[in-house]
């Protein structure tokens, strides 16, 4: 039988809100970096028919421009959609014991709790999606929408 090749895929998307406020700090040669850890749930009907929900934490890392945009906008219970790749690594504990832990390295983050309107009372850019490189996609429909649908769509009355 010949050899089967495995494709090299290291994937993952995960939405989920952060449990607490995220860690940033800066390496020895000023790279930024923030670390936090989303809770994932999920609903399911057990084998007497009742819905039952459960959680998964996952820790993510961000670097650079992503970690940056992070801290900005980021805190306990932010909404998040993480676009990344799952990364191992090993460190030594304080009483010296190895502990190996697995977390999502981010390529892409959108922040989806909207933000509320400016001072000005023009409306601020909802979704936005940041990558690994910095680049801003704009995923808000409120751009195409009128004054007074938006505030249809938000609750607010006129």
């Known amino acids: 039988m010949a050899d089967l090749k495995m494709p090299e895929l290291n994937s993952v998307i995960v939405a989920g809100n952060l449990t607490k406020d995220p860690v940033f700090r800066e390496t020895s040669n000023n790279t930024p970096v923030v670390n936090f850890h989303i809770a994932a749930n999920r609903r399911y009907k057990d084998s007497t028919n009742q819905w039952q929900e459960d959680v998964c934490y996952v820790g993510v890392v961000a670097w650079n421009k992503l970690a940056d945009s992070c801290r900005e ?70 751009k195409f929408l009128t004054d007074e649908e938006s505030d249809l769509i938000n609750g607010e009355k006129k």
């Open 73 to 142: 906008r980021l805190k306990k219970g932010s909404a998040v959609l993480v676009d990344g790749e799952l990364q191992s690594r090993t460190f030594k504990t304080e009483d010296g014991k190895n502990r190996t832990i697995v977390e999502i390295k981010a390529k892409r983050i959108q922040f989806l709790n909207k933000l509320n309107k400016s001072e000005n009372g023009s409306h601020v850019e909802d979704e936005v999606v940041l990558t690994d490189e910095g680049d801003f996609e704009d995923n808000s429909f409120d």
